[in-house]
């Protein structure tokens, strides 16, 4: 009886090590990524070669329908009660979440991804999109609640943090040297397509 469970149990183990294996290989492999940011080395057409903030040349190619939208700098002081904004923020040492970008979405983008996610800028980062519920200034800047539709945080806005907006765009923006932010779409092949890309104006890096 013995060697009939053995003659059994030798082909169980060996496929639970295998499945092991593999789910293992699958646990180390690097994430899919979903947005580049960079500079635009050249364009070729709907074929556009970034150069990432990594180092890395990366294609893009822009889908049919692709969106081109500017970023352009504004002040802090363009924050209002009743903006619909989004900002990156880190936790800082004091637990207070400190603002490393806030960029306020004009009327027409209002809603654009409201919540509060993991985001890829800096190690620990969060990204909420809310609308500023309460503003309270200080000699280091301003302190926002901000409020989503799931709950509210309380933010920390530098008089350094970048604060910028959204204008219209247009494939004649995306040229050489200029700094981008893409969403982007692995393809079978393994090659990126996109269709929405952010680009600075006038030398301007997207800082979110």
Not at 28 to 47: C, K
């Amino acid at each position: 009886m013995s060697m009939v469970r053995s003659t059994f149990a030798r082909p169980l183990i060996a496929a639970a090590m295998v499945a092991a294996s593999v789910l293992g290989a699958i646990a180390q492999q690097p994430p899919t990524p979903t947005r580049v940011r960079g500079t635009i080395e050249s364009v070729d057409g709907d074929l556009i070669v970034v150069k990432s903030r990594s180092g890395e040349d990366v294609k893009l190619r822009l889908t049919s329908d692709a969106k081109v939208v500017g970023i352009i700098k504004i002040s802090l002081a363009d924050i209002k009660l009743g903006s619909f904004i989004g900002t990156t923020t880190v936790p800082g040492t004091d637990g207070r979440q400190n603002a490393v970008e806030v960029h306020v979405f004009p009327e027409d983008m209002r809603g654009t991804g409201e919540g509060s996610r993991p985001y890829d800028l800096k190690p620990n980062s969060t990204m909420t999109n809310a609308t500023v519920a309460e503003q309270v200034a200080g000699n280091d800047g301003q302190t926002l609640m901000v409020k989503y539709k799931d709950g509210e945080k309380k933010v920390t806005v530098g008089p350094d943090t970048p604060v910028v907006t959204y204008v219209p765009g247009e494939k004649a923006d995306l040229k050489a040297g200029a700094k981008i932010i893409a969403f982007i779409k692995q393809l079978p092949d393994g090659s990126y397509e996109t269709n929405r890309i952010s680009v600075g104006r006038d030398g301007l890096t997207p800082p979110m």
